[in-house]
């Protein structure tokens, strides 16, 4: 499943020149689309195909529902000028933890998780948390925690040669679309709209192309492994 951010009233991020966040990530979930499905491997499924607003329980919902084996949520953040707009720049990988890497991707989350504040949705803290409970949730929380890494491990290495990586490609904080216990996920960073040379790079064609084929490449890489593992020796 292939999340695209935002959408609808939430607009996301804003670039100088007024790129948005949501037209940006939904473009490239296309392109990511068009190249799995071409695989003839994956049954691709999004969470928005198109300028609406989903909330982040809904997100979380669909994925349940269909019982999806990865889950990719793509966006592109953006910094204000004090904090580097001109020099932070590339793709960073998020994975979820309670506690954030840094100081950086714990703003970063809680600006994403504050979308559905944007549409005027109530957000109820943990009002799930009580459906599923015990040792067997926790379990089945470290499985797919570890898969999310696997599958984080082999975006680092995909996109690495495709230079289009961030200084420090991997972080994690507690984004609420990463929430689940079913199926690995990971959050991408695309880009930071802030940056000038990566503004012009994301709103690129070429760009995307490059970016989804190596996203493809990861999520090949990760699922032969699975696949693999399953077989057994
Ligand atoms: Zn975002």
Redesign the pocket.
Known sequence: MIDP??GGIDG??VSPSNLL?KDI?LAAAKELARQLTATGRYDVRMTRDSDVFVSLDQRLGLSAKHGVDLFVSL???SLPEQEGAQVVRGATIYTLSERASDERSRLMAE??NA?DLVAGINVVEGADDDAVKGILFDLMKRETANFSADFSNALVRKLKPAKVLARTPHRSAAFKVLKQTHAPSVLVELGYLSNPEDEKLLNTPAWRKKVAAAITAAIDAYFSKRTAGAAGP
């Open positions: 951010g935002h996301g991020a966040e990530v966006h592109a953040d600006k994403e979308s």
